[in-house]
């Protein structure tokens, strides 16, 4: 399957400042990438789905001006929490895909290795 | 809400032959079933997807019943690698996770 990296891997941040994560398609184009939050012992929760150069569609309850998404290019998302807070701890992960792309469905989706953000 | 169900947890030795059932009996008929596995700390892994035929790859193979109420992942030879949380998703435009079966793989 495609690869699909996220820089960082982990990061610590104090309360009220900004921390971006990237999500990379290393070896293909991807037109749609979706981003998603997973707290402790829980299942995923979408967050947004972002088709390049388009502005991201966020899922209900999920503050678009906390959490902004750029998808500025085929093979690079970015997600930056801002003003985070200990309650945006989490583990976030990033998943790609370009429907139509070789028989791809919309929910054959690659997924990153995950980013786990500790607010302090 | 996610539309499957699945067993909280299951037990399978090594060696051994993993199914890993799934219904959905509210799936539509134009609903694909879809399967993820997530290890530890780590993003999901795309297993295997079918709309009403058997599919196989060279990860595992999806039963799914006549009716398509049910499916089942089949993992022919599980290795301890293959212990994690297995997801079933019935849906075509986005992935709804519920809750999964944790699959624990024994020596």
């Known amino acids: 399957g495609a690869v699909v990296s996220q820089h960082p891997s982990w990061v610590i941040c104090k309360s009220g400042t900004s921390v971006k994560i990237e999500c990379r398609s290393l070896d293909f184009q991807a037109t749609t990438m979706f981003w998603y939050r997973q707290f402790p012992k829980q299942s995923l929760m979408l967050m947004a789905t972002?088709?390049?150069?388009?502005?991201?569609?966020?899922e209900q309850g999920v503050e678009k001006d906390k959490f902004l998404i750029n998808h500025a290019s085929l093979t690079l998302s970015t997600l930056t929490v801002t003003s985070a807070h200990p309650e945006d701890s989490s583990f976030y992960i990033c998943?790609?895909?370009?429907?139509?792309?070789?028989?791809?469905?919309?929910?054959?989706?690659?997924f990153g290795p995950g980013t786990r953000l500790t607010v302090l | 809400d996610a539309k499957t169900t699945q067993p909280t947890s299951m037990d399978c030795a090594e060696g051994r032959a993993a199914n890993l059932p799934c219904n959905h009996s509210?799936?539509?008929?134009?609903?694909?079933v879809y399967w993820y596995r997530q290890i530890h700390s780590q993003g999901p892994q795309y297993i295997i997807h079918g709309l009403k035929n058997n599919e196989t790859n060279e990860m595992a193979s999806l039963i799914i019943t006549e009716d398509r109420k049910s499916s089942t992942l089949i993992l022919p030879h599980a290795t301890l690698r293959d212990t994690a949380v297995y997801y079933c998703?019935?849906?075509?435009?986005?992935?709804?996770w519920g809750a999964g079966t944790k699959l624990i793989i024994k020596p």
């Open positions: 972002s088709n390049e150069g388009s502005k991201a569609t966020y």
């Open positions: 509210t799936i539509s008929g134009n609903e694909y």
């Open positions: 998943s790609a895909n370009t429907p139509g792309l070789a028989g791809l469905s919309y929910n054959e989706q690659f």
């Open positions: 998703i019935a849906e075509n435009y986005q992935l709804i």
